[in-house]
């Protein structure tokens, strides 16, 4: 099993864009669309699917997963527009043209949205988290793991650093992960032990 931190897993993606010649745009379109693969095997047409979007590429990913679910979905940007940028702003920009919906973090009902969803692609943060979650990320990371809906998270779950020894007291309690490229350290050390084990006892007591 191949394991890498945050910078071995920047330094595989620049190698790819710089040396190989696939554009950041292109990756960032091929792991939404195989991430939308796997959640669209998971739900039932008729459950009400959100994806929450932050800044950065992960963020992006959610933009391409929500294109992919366009007639299914809520996207609700928890940041303001100005900090979506580079690739992700590119993306967002498609969703929007493919006719699909935004809603904006204040100005819209989030905990409505987290309360009354049956799925939650947690497409907020990725592998570049350092230090504590910060509003508004804190209260959606909060309310989402309180939530029995079923969560999604792109490539890590939002609030845990990719690497060891990063101090974090917080991060969604995810049902499922979907691993862009390779899996990063903490998924695989004792530290994040009670991080996993939160996932179980929610996907076990969740309501049916």
Request: net charge negative.
């Amino acid at each position: 099993m191949f394991i890498v931190t945050a910078k071995e897993m920047y330094d595989i993606d620049k190698y790819t864009m710089e040396k190989i010649g696939l554009p950041g745009h292109l990756l960032m379109e091929n792991a939404g669309r195989e991430i939308f693969r796997n959640v669209i095997s998971l739900v039932e047409q008729s459950e009400r699917i959100a994806v929450f979007v932050g800044a950065g590429n992960n963020g992006g990913d959610g933009f391409v997963i929500a294109r992919y679910l366009l007639e299914h979905v809520r996207v609700v940007q928890i940041v303001p527009d100005e900090k979506i940028g580079g690739d992700a702003l590119l993306h967002k920009e498609i969703y929007l043209n493919s006719n699909g919906e935004l809603l904006n973090l204040l100005e819209h009902d989030w905990k409505g949205i987290i309360k009354n969803s049956d799925v939650i692609i947690d497409s907020l943060l990725g592998i570049g988290t350092k230090g504590e979650l910060r509003e508004p990320y804190r209260g959606v990371v909060e309310l989402m793991s309180a939530t029995y809906a079923r969560i999604v998270s792109v490539a890590i779950p939002s609030g845990l650093p990719a690497d060891e020894a990063v101090p974090f007291s917080l991060a969604v309690k995810a049902d499922y992960m979907f691993v862009v490229g390779v899996l990063k350290v903490t998924a695989c050390l004792p530290g994040t032990a009670v991080c996993i084990i939160s996932m179980i006892f929610k996907q076990l007591f969740r309501k049916d």
